[in-house]
């Protein structure tokens, strides 16, 4: 039985019970990837220089208006910043942590900017995720019988045991082939999107939708879903979507799945308009309209999620169906692994959509808009690709390509799929010299320590040679503490095969095509995740 094996048994057969660890405790649990030192200091340690919460510098909550006061046209401190360029601006203001008394909230929050400040929190083992139990994602778990996806010790040590085998490069061999074709369909329908200009169309994010769904619906089921599949949408006069301006940014852009009736479209696509929605509509984003029942957003989101469930479910069975078969592929080896769950892989294959798609589309179209702004580099990857595949024809393998690999972590430290991660206290803590007690809402903002100049010589550029030990010691990667850039959370099992999924893409793309942006930069929004938002100036060029 192999090591993988028996840590997917292990998780699943025995439920680990909660550990609350006493303040005067040594023990750790950490759930941080990184584990280098020692403990937080607990509350009750008599150390001298626990200063008490309240003396952590923040905004002012003002009468009334609270916090967003500091927000507001014209007299707002931070009015002309939204985002992660908020929390810069907080931070540059007001240091490594920053405290809002409640604001809107009914809780208080503390924004963590040194990453050695969020060791302690995740080493603390004293927080956890907040918990969002009216949420419709977590009502619609409950209606089916099933447990909401990141709560609970049994499913956070199934995210772990998942975690592990995706970080195995045993395991992930087994994905090249099939990530490469899925990569290689890919480019070929985005450069069937290309107008007389070479510009691609308004369904760029809807074909990366597709990709990104069939590239994790492999992962999990070790199956092709089809979302690849047919043709692709042809703009004409009539079904064009006009450009919206700035008096148009409260309507929806609808992809053209979503204009096509549903008995058209195969499950494939139909598992595409269904995350899409899901993503657009701002579903699993905690808000006002997604915790109260009465809401017609509540009950779209409820629907939304009862179709993706059902969608899931037929994929599902088809890649049993297939495992049983007795025609056991290598692709199927997570799936295979995950079978002593039973009934569990599906809510839990449901969660991974849910939880993956987005981020991996999102940063997938970063990546290209930062090849696209960089020539010289993205000429680099190219000659790297054409090297790559004269060797291969000249009988040497499979060969590694570094640089694409490198390119693929620069640009996701640079747009982070996340802003940061929010844990809430359990019971009370030191966090850099200051007592934080229980309940507070603590957010360790990584997106922020990815592009800090004190982590990062050169900190706004796109260096890719960082990653490769190629460039002068203060801009290496290894200088960087380990916690300083986490694009995907501290809890995203899928953060060890990110990089492959992207790499297959650029390295595809750049084998026959250059990339470039004709237009002016693109706007950034945060809707649960970092997003940037459309129209895409792209242009696809035949390589030289």
């Excluded at 919460?53 to 046209?73: C, E, K, N, W």
């Excluded at 692709?331 to 294959?349: M, N, S, T, V």
């Excluded at 203060?474 to 986490?486: K, T």
Aim: net charge positive; glycine share 6%; proline share 6%.
């Amino acid at each position: 039985m192999s090591k993988s094996t028996i840590l997917i048994r292990q998780y699943v057969l025995s439920r680990p019970s909660r550990r609350h660890i006493a303040t005067t405790s040594c023990r750790r649990s950490s759930t941080s990837p990184q584990r280098h030192s020692a403990m937080a200091a607990p509350v009750e340690s008599t150390h001298v220089d626990v200063k008490p919460f309240t003396d952590i510098p923040g905004p002012l909550a003002l009468p009334m208006l609270r916090h967003s006061a500091h927000v507001l046209p014209r007299i707002g401190n931070f009015h002309h910043t939204v985002g992660l360029g908020l929390l810069e601006g907080l931070r540059d203001r007001y240091g490594d942590l920053v405290r809002l008394a409640k604001a809107s909230r009914t809780r208080p929050v503390l924004y963590v900017f040194d990453p050695e400040m969020m060791r302690e929190v995740y080493e603390s083992g004293v927080t956890e995720p907040p918990r969002w139990e009216k949420s419709p994602l977590r009502q619609h778990r409950c209606s089916v019988g099933s447990h909401c996806p990141v709560h609970g010790d049994e499913t956070a040590a199934l995210w772990v045991a998942i975690r592990s085998l995706l970080e195995d490069g045993t395991l992930l061999k087994n994905y090249e082939k099939a990530f490469d074709e899925i990569a290689t369909d890919a480019t070929r329908r985005l450069s069937e999107l290309r107008n007389e200009e070479n510009a691609l169309n308004e369904e760029l994010e809807t074909e990366i939708y597709r990709w990104a769904i069939e590239t994790i619906g492999m992962t999990i089921f070790g199956i092709r879903l089809g979302c690849l599949d047919g043709d692709t949408h042809k703009p004409t006069a009539e079904n064009k979507t006009p450009e919206n301006t700035s008096l148009d940014d409260d309507i929806r852009q609808l992809c053209s799945l979503s204009k096509r009736s549903i008995e058209e479209l195969t499950p494939g696509e139909r598992l595409v308009r269904c995350s899409i929605e899901i993503a657009r509509g701002g579903y699993l984003v905690r808000s006002e309209s997604t915790l109260r029942p009465d809401t017609k957003t509540f009950n779209k989101a409820l629907k939304a999620f009862d179709r993706h469930f059902s969608l899931t479910e037929h994929f599902l069975l088809k890649a049993l169906n297939s495992l049983n078969s007795g025609d056991f592929r290598p692709e199927q080896i997570l799936l295979d692994k995950l079978r002593p769950l039973d009934r569990r892989i599906l809510p839990l294959a449901a969660d991974i959509f849910l939880a993956g798609v987005n981020p991996l589309v999102q940063t997938a179209i970063s990546m290209l808009y930062q090849l696209s702004l960089h020539a010289a580099q993205q000429q680099r990857a190219h000659d790297e690709v054409s090297w790559a595949t004269a060797s291969v024809q000249a009988g040497a393998g499979r060969v590694q390509l570094p640089y694409i690999a490198a390119s693929v972590r620069e640009a996701v430290r640079l747009f982070p799929a996340t802003g940061g991660v929010v844990r809430r206290s359990r019971e009370d803590l030191v966090i850099g010299g200051y007592e934080v007690p229980a309940g507070v809402d603590i957010v360790l903002a990584h997106g922020v320590t990815s592009k800090s100049e004190k982590q990062w010589g050169r900190a706004n550029a796109f260096v890719p040679e960082r990653w490769c030990n190629e460039v002068w010691q203060p801009l290496r990667a290894s200088r960087a503490h380990p916690l300083a850039s986490m694009p995907f959370g501290e809890s995203c099992p899928a953060s060890g095969v990110v990089v492959k999924m992207l790499a297959t893409l650029a390295t595809r793309l750049l084998e026959k095509y250059r990339l470039e942006w004709h237009g002016p930069a693109p706007n950034v929004a945060t809707t649960g995740v970092n997003r940037l938002q459309p129209p895409f100036y792209f242009v696809l060029q035949n390589a030289a």
